[in-house]
């Protein structure tokens, strides 16, 4: 049962344009998700979060917009950079916080092309 | 100075064997988890333990069993180890006040022979 959805295995995006990666989620009682950031041979490394109460959240080069009535999330990045080039997993997380209850979804490795 | 670190990095192994991974945080975290990531690549939770409570998820197997000697250590240890096994363990901190972030380690690629 895939609760977070991440159906594009792979994107690849040119050098300097915006990077887009989705995420789905079929858990009403999720109210956070974070992105995850992972490079080969590396543990993932948070980047971003959104609460189920906000519909966007900014950090620099990442934003996170989140449409609830959806179901839906996404990352966009802009503009993209070589150094962007990882796999990207969408997570989310059930009320009463704490991260015993992160699911995760499958990863979308993104590739920058130069 | 690496925030959480796992060691071996790599483990080839004989199905039956037994082994340990060890992991250690220099966070100051109260929360450890162990993270299975399996061919399928779906990251998925093993165990979460502080000091006070072990919460397993249902679907891992008695043969594993995770052991905190103190805050700051939580290793995994794997009897009878089977080919289904075969998968990248990561270790994993938070400080559980609410909505954390997880620290992960880099990962141990545990191969099954």
């Known amino acids: 049962d895939q609760q977070v959805k991440q159906n594009s295995p792979s994107l690849s995006v040119q050098e300097g344009r915006i990077s887009i990666l989705n995420c789905d989620y079929t858990?009403?009682?999720?109210?956070?998700f974070l992105w995850y950031k992972k490079y080969p041979a590396e543990g993932p490394t948070f980047l971003i979060s959104i609460s189920s109460i906000k519909d966007k959240n900014e950090d620099g080069r990442f934003t996170v917009f989140l449409n609830k009535s959806a179901k839906h999330l996404s990352l966009h990045i802009v503009p993209s950079q070589p150094g962007d080039s990882a796999v990207y997993f969408c997570?989310?997380?059930?009320?009463?916080?704490?991260?015993?209850?992160?699911?995760f979804g499958k990863g979308t490795h993104l590739i920058i092309q130069p | 100075d690496t925030a959480v670190s796992q060691t071996p990095k790599y483990l080839v192994t004989q199905m039956g064997n037994d082994k340990s991974i060890k992991c250690e945080q220099n966070l100051g975290h109260d929360t450890m988890y162990w993270y299975k990531q399996d061919s399928k690549k779906f990251l998925k939770i093993m165990f979460s333990y502080n000091n006070k409570e072990l919460i397993i998820n249902e679907t891992v197997p008695n043969r594993f069993s995770p052991k905190s000697p103190d805050k700051a250590h939580l290793n995994l240890h794997i009897n009878s180890l089977e080919l289904g096994d075969s998968a990248v363990y990561f270790c994993?901190?938070?400080?559980?006040?609410?909505?954390?972030?997880?620290?992960f380690g880099s990962g141990t690629q545990l191969s099954v022979l």
């Open positions: 858990n009403s009682m999720f109210d956070y």
């Open positions: 997570a989310g997380l059930g009320s009463g916080g704490g991260a015993d209850g992160l699911t």
């Open positions: 994993a901190s938070s400080q559980r006040t609410g909505y954390e972030k997880l620290f």
